[in-house]
């Protein structure tokens, strides 16, 4: 199910490839079913955004693939190995930075969090330093958390998640707490890491046009319990652009078939 961006060659091999995934989870009424019969690929390289209502099971759904929850039925292969417990070349980025800094570290040793024990102390050097270019922190290294905006420690905590050279990278509603132009910002530091690592990235949004802009394909969480209602390819050029790609034909499209979606479901 790759988007019209992915080219022929990616296709060859899927990233994710998720099959009949449903979630059940103890409420205080007793087991409640979360999803249910989730089914899609991901293709190496690709960029899915998964949007829906609140409370529809979206950070269920990341957690599974993060495989930091085990699925109630069905399954989740990585590659070709099945998911059971979080793989080491897969990394999740929360939403909530100001508390996934540990605050007594500097910068560059925040960055270096998840390299330690595994990376000789050379190549974790440079590691950081590369990572931390790519988020556009060069020469920040020595600052402690406290003293960064909030846009600057959400690009450490994704510098740290690229230390790790994650071939997927998981992101809960990565930028949804930072102002309007912190969060284009952000955006296009994304794309460019992108367009330099083709790290397969699969994020979650509240915001529709978000979701547009950076993904190859959107897939629609609906119903109750949750599933995918929709999935569809985003088919916009890259490289992207703030004001250009959002006043294309076709971004206007998706964005008018996600909105008719995402109503159906708020009924
Ligand atoms: N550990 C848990 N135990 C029981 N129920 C849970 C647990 N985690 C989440 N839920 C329930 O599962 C449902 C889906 O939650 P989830 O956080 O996946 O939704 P979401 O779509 O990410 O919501 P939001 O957009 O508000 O973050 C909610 O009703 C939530 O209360």
Redesign the pocket.
Same mark, same amino acid.
């Given at each position: 199910m790759a988007g019209p961006s992915v080219s022929t060659a990616e296709r060859t091999a899927v990233a994710y490839e998720v099959d009949s995934l449903g979630v059940r989870?103890? !409420?205080t009424d007793g087991p409640?079913q979360?999803v249910r019969d989730i089914s899609f690929d991901v293709a190496p390289g690709e960029i899915v955004g998964i949007v829906?209502r !609140?409370?529809?099971?979206?950070?269920?759904l990341l957690r599974v693939l993060g495989g930091l929850l085990a699925p109630s039925s069905g399954t989740v292969f990585l590659g070709n190995r099945a998911v059971h417990g979080p793989p080491a070349d897969v990394v999740v980025v929360f939403q909530d930075y100001d508390n996934a800094l540990l605050p007594w570290r500097t910068v560059e040793r925040n960055v270096a969090l998840g390299l330690e024990g595994r990376v000789p102390r050379r190549e974790r050097r440079s590691r950081v330093e590369r990572a931390l270019g790519l988020v556009g922190l060069d020469g920040r290294g020595k600052e402690y958390p406290r003293r960064l905006s909030g846009g600057m420690a959400q690009r450490v905590q994704i510098a740290r998640a690229l230390a790790v050279q994650p071939t997927v990278l998981l992101m809960d509603e990565p930028f949804g707490a930072l102002d309007a132009l912190t969060k284009a910002t952000l955006q296009d530091v994304l794309l460019d890491i992108h367009a330099q690592t083709r790290t397969t990235i699969v994020f979650?949004t509240?915001d529709l046009d978000e979701a547009i802009y950076l993904s190859d394909r959107v897939l629609v969480l609906a119903g109750a319990p949750g599933t995918i209602t929709r999935a569809l390819p985003t088919g916009l050029p890259r490289p992207r652009d703030q004001l250009a790609t959002r006043e294309l034909p076709g971004y206007l499209r998706v964005r008018h078939q996600l909105w008719e979606a995402l109503r159906a479901d708020h009924g």
């Open positions: 989870l103890n !409420s409640r979360i829906g !609140s409370g529809v099971g979206k950070t269920t979650i509240h």
